[in-house]
């Protein structure tokens, strides 16, 4: 979506049928109010919290980033709730710990609601969530829905440092 982009609603009329897709056009207008309204107020990048750390168990290096909020970079709101551990690559020197907005489905539906021809799976919500990877680099696309958190070297000697001045910061209110 961009900027300047006009938002369209539905307008609801009293006796009107609504659909299903009535209703996620709705949401999605207001998604993408919420959006715009992050992108041109408050830009992107990390609100608080999202540290990032480095453990060193004998060879075996984990990464962790604790819960916080960030914006991405198409005004997504990116929320980690609890501390996230993943492995270092063995292979490499350096790396880039990032975070993206997510989505997931959730509430499966019991079949008879589903309907009795439906033979797939239906879910009764959505759950925002977040992804936090160790990537080799932040993809270089525009539309790349990555924030960094920090980059990760390994020195020569094997010490891991971690870098967090790189991180962009969202405009806080």
Known sequence: MRLLERLRRVNYVTGQPLTAADLERDQEYFRDRLRRHNRALHGWGVVSGLDVDVHDDDGTVTVTVAPGYALGPQG??????????????????????????????????????????????????????????????????????????????????????????????????
């Not at 996230?84 to 008879?112: K, N, Q």
């Not at 993809?139 to 790189?166: K, N």
């Open 76 to 173: 997504d709101e990116i929320v980690v709730a609890e501390q996230v551990s993943l492995a270092l690559p063995a292979a490499g020197t350096h790396w880039v710990v990032a975070a993206r907005y997510d989505e997931r489905l959730v509430e499966p539906l019991p079949a008879a609601i589903v309907g009795m021809g439906d033979q797939g799976v239906r879910f009764g919500a959505t759950e925002e969530t977040s992804v936090v990877e160790v990537l080799a680099a932040i993809p270089e696309a525009s539309d790349s829905p990555w924030v960094t958190l920090a980059d990760v070297h390994r020195a020569c000697g094997g010490g891991i440092r971690v870098d967090q001045g790189g991180r962009r910061r969202a405009k806080a209110p």
